[in-house]
């Protein structure tokens, strides 16, 4: 009984939605609070995100079909690198705006940013919501 109790405090219902050349993908899942962040699968994809107000940053980690870290601060520029199955990709990460407030009865953040392939840019939106399960 005490470990379904402890269980249970640490579940979590997130939602993702991001956004990227006129496409829009949204998850709901069940997730883990760990001391990483919050953790939660999707279709064979893992998921990790972090973050937080007062420093303010926002951390995207995805392995599957792609894997990679994004590093999200205001007014700043990061560089990682993107894996996929046709090789690896050089990306820089460029954050327009980054909002952390209450969402659908939870915690989350909203994210826009830019992704540069040596040229190519493609604007992203990212909305996390994170809400504990009782």
Do not use: W
């Not at 107000?53 to 926002?58: A, K, M």
């Not at 690896?88 to 826009?112: I, P, S, Y």
């Amino acid at each position: 009984v005490r470990r379904q109790m402890q269980e249970k405090e640490q579940a979590y219902s997130v939602f993702l939605r991001t956004e990227s050349d006129g496409e829009t993908d949204r998850i709901f899942a069940r997730a883990e609070k760990k001391e990483k962040g919050f953790v939660f699968q999707k279709d064979g994809t893992n998921f990790c995100i972090s973050y937080c107000r007062q420093t303010p940053y926002l951390r995207i980690e995805s392995s599957g079909d792609m894997t990679y870290a994004l590093e999200l601060r205001p007014n700043t520029e990061t560089k990682t690198t993107i894996y996929t199955s046709f090789g690896e990709m050089a990306v820089v990460a460029r954050t327009q705006d980054l909002v952390f407030g209450e969402k659908h009865g939870g915690d989350g953040v909203d994210c826009e940013y830019t992704l540069d392939f040596s040229g190519f840019v493609q604007r992203h939106k990212f909305s996390f919501a994170v809400k504990k399960i009782f």
